[in-house]
């Protein structure tokens, strides 16, 4: 990736428990859907160990849960905290909702809005091709490879200082099956693939797919969690009017700072960050979410683009033409590069991206045809492209 930029400082349930009063303030717990252990008694204060609260990692390896204590962070452990960025969007306009469920909600500026205010259950890394914990601690898959268990970090807080628990995913789910929210690609996949969680205990929840599928546990455990406590009072049509343009409490590293956001002059929506952030200092948010504030503007008009950017109106613009990175944006052409007001920086990353290209159907004509096939290859003057486009 390649971007030229006016400052300095870049950013680049594991089990279900049916239980029995005992004598002496005792317990009986018997757990299925794991693996198999004999009855045991728990005094109270091992309770919320087992229910998933403080003390539950004693436990949890021997139930057969999963977590990964190998999480090191994208980020540089040397960027530096505070300052102001404004980026522009890659939408022309400013979205016609903050919204990303519901009609209307197809932006990619609103999934960089979720990203930020709010989090998932779990994070794919893309560098490790591992899971990490983000709202959960521990995962596992139950033996009918369709039920799957989450204990949720008993420390995640909602930006209002209320726990996250397992009702938040429960009402998330009812919340995206619902038809009033006008958004029929999200409730028909949601519906089809999933049926509705169980708050096991507070902060365990499990969730059942309908199919077996690979892809299934992934959905789930990147799936956004929003606070039942504002959902359970509304349904997808009071949903998708209430916040048009407002948003819930969150749990992620930013919130919208809605004395600034504003629809004058084509648009701005500024994101403040939280320094009550409950995972500030979890090891995978080291030398991430870096800035203070974060502002996304809009610019319609794409011969504005280089000109506004050089007048310092956004800090980054990205270079898509290798064309214009090696003739266009270069000292001789703009004094602020030649200055060093402006710099040119090729930024490198470990994220894998789609496969492009050319496909043929060698089953059909006449691609079937190897000749064909080679002529094809033929065709291409790679000389030439390098020369003239790459």
């Known amino acids: ?32 859907d794991s693996i198999d252990i004999s009855t045991t008694q728990f005094s109270q204060e091992d309770e919320s160990a087992w229910n998933g609260g403080p003390g539950f990692e004693v436990y949890a390896e021997q139930l057969g849960w999963e977590t990964n204590h190998d999480v090191i962070s994208n980020g540089s452990p040397n960027a530096i905290k505070g300052d102001t960025i404004t980026i522009r969007s890659v939408d022309r306009y400013m979205p016609p909702t903050f919204r990303a469920i519901g009609k209307e909600s197809r932006k990619q500026l609103l999934s960089l809005l979720e990203q930020n205010t709010y989090e998932a259950l779990l994070i794919f890394n893309p560098e490790t091709f591992r899971f990490e914990p983000e709202l959960a601690t521990h995962w596992r898959v139950g033996k009918d490879s369709l039920t799957f ?10 930006s209002d200082g209320r726990d996250v628990t397992a009702n938040d995913v429960v009402a998330t789910y009812k919340l995206r099956i619902d038809q009033g929210h006008g958004d029929p690609t999200t409730y028909k996949s949601w519906d089809e693939s999933f049926y509705e969680p ?9 969730i059942k797919s309908k199919q077996k599928d690979w892809g299934t546990f992934k959905s789930i455990a990147e799936a956004i969690v929003y606070p039942s406590y504002y959902l359970n ?26 004395n600034l956001t504003s629809q004058e002059n084509n648009g701005i929506v500024v994101f403040n960050r939280r320094k009550d952030y409950w995972a ?18 809009f610019i319609d008009d794409d011969n504005q683009l280089i000109e506004r950017f050089f007048n310092g109106d956004y800090d980054i613009y990205s270079v898509s033409r290798a064309q214009w990175w090696n003739e266009r944006f270069v000292a001789d052409e703009y004094h602020q590069i030649k200055r060093g007001l402006t710099q040119r920086l090729k930024v490198f990353n470990f994220k894998p991206t789609g496969v492009s290209g050319l496909s043929f159907n060698t089953k059909e004509w006449p691609f079937d045809d190897i000749l064909i096939r080679r002529a094809f290859s033929h065709i291409w003057n790679l000389d030439k492209l390098m020369d003239k486009l790459f």
């Open 1 to 32: 990736m390649e971007f030229i930029g006016n400052k300095s400082i870049y950013f680049i349930v594991s089990f279900l428990f049916i239980m029995n009063c005992g004598n002496n303030n005792q317990k009986v717990y018997k757990q299925f």
């Open 149 to 158: 268990f989450f204990r949720i970090d008993p420390r995640a807080k909602w």
């Open 198 to 206: 169980v708050a096991e205990t507070k902060y365990i929840v499990s």
């Open 233 to 258: 009072k509304i349904d997808g049509a009071t949903f998708l009017e209430k916040y048009q343009y407002e948003m819930m409490p969150g749990t992620g590293p930013y919130r919208i700072d809605m």
């Open 280 to 297: 500030i200092d979890e090891s995978r948010n080291i030398g991430i979410n870096n800035f203070d504030v974060i502002n996304f503007i």
